[in-house]
C-alpha cells in the first residue's frame, strides 16, 4: 500500500466535499433556498476592529494548516528510492554488461519471501556500485520473531546477494510491517 498516494486521496476527497458544500451552501443562499443569511446583508457588520482573541484564532488556525501542509510535503518525499543501471565495464573494447538493479534484487526478494514468518518481501536497491544502498520492506505474520528474520536476512540472504552482485559491504534499511491477520498453523 503506498501510504503518501492514500493520504493524499483522502486529502482531496475532504477538501473536495468541504468546497462542494461551501459552494452548494453559497448558490442555495443566493437563490433564496435557505434563509439562514439575508443575501443582501453586508458580509462583515460595522468597521470596528474584532476582539483580540480572534487574531489568535486566526494565527493558531495558519499554524495548524502549516503544519498539516508540511507533514503532506514530507509524506511525498518518503518513496521508495531511485533504482538505475549497473554497468560492469573492465574493457570497453570487449563490450559492456548492464544489470537493472531490481532485477539483481528479484531473486533475493524470492528468498526473503520463503523465510518462515515473512509474508511478503519488497526490496530496492539504489545508488551506484560504488555506493550501493538496499531498502528491504518485510510484510510478517504477526507472531513472527522479528529478531531471528532479521539475522536470517543479514546473515544468510544478504551476504549472498552481496557475494551474487561482487560487493563487499551493502548498506540496508529494513522496515518491519505486520500482516491484518494472525497467520494459520497445522498441527
Not at 531498502?135 to 507472531?143: H, M, P, V
Request: hydrophobic share 50%; glycine share 8%.
Amino acid at each position: 500500500m503506498n501510504r503518501p498516494a492514500t493520504l493524499n486521496r483522502f486529502l482531496l476527497a475532504v477538501i473536495g466535499l468541504v468546497l462542494l458544500a461551501a459552494g452548494g451552501f453559497g448558490l442555495a443562499t443566493h437563490f433564496r433556498v435557505l434563509r439562514l443569511i439575508d443575501p443582501e446583508a453586508p458580509l462583515v457588520p460595522g468597521t470596528a476592529e474584532p476582539p483580540t482573541w480572534v487574531f489568535y484564532a486566526i494565527a493558531a488556525a495558519a499554524v495548524v494548516a502549516g503544519l498539516l501542509a508540511l507533514r503532506w510535503l514530507l509524506a511525498q518525499l518518503a518513496h521508495r528510492p531511485r533504482t538505475g543501471v549497473w554497468r560492469f565495464e573492465t574493457d570497453p573494447a570487449y563490450g559492456r554488461t548492464e544489470l537493472r538493479a531490481d532485477d539483481a534484487v528479484a531473486p533475493f526478494v524470492e528468498e526473503l519471501r520463503g523465510h518462515p514468518g515473512v509474508h511478503k518481501a519488497s526490496a530496492s536497491l539504489a545508488g551506484t556500485r560504488e555506493t550501493p544502498s538496499l531498502a528491504l520492506i518485510l510484510t510478517c505474520e504477526r507472531d513472527a520473531d522479528l529478531g531471528e528474520i532479521r539475522g536470517r536476512v543479514t546473515g544468510e540472504s544478504l551476504p549472498r546477494l552481496e557475494e551474487a552482485l561482487e560487493l563487499k559491504d551493502i548498506p540496508v534499511a529494513i522496515e518491519f510491517r505486520f500482516t491484518g491477520k494472525a497467520a494459520s498453523r497445522v498441527g
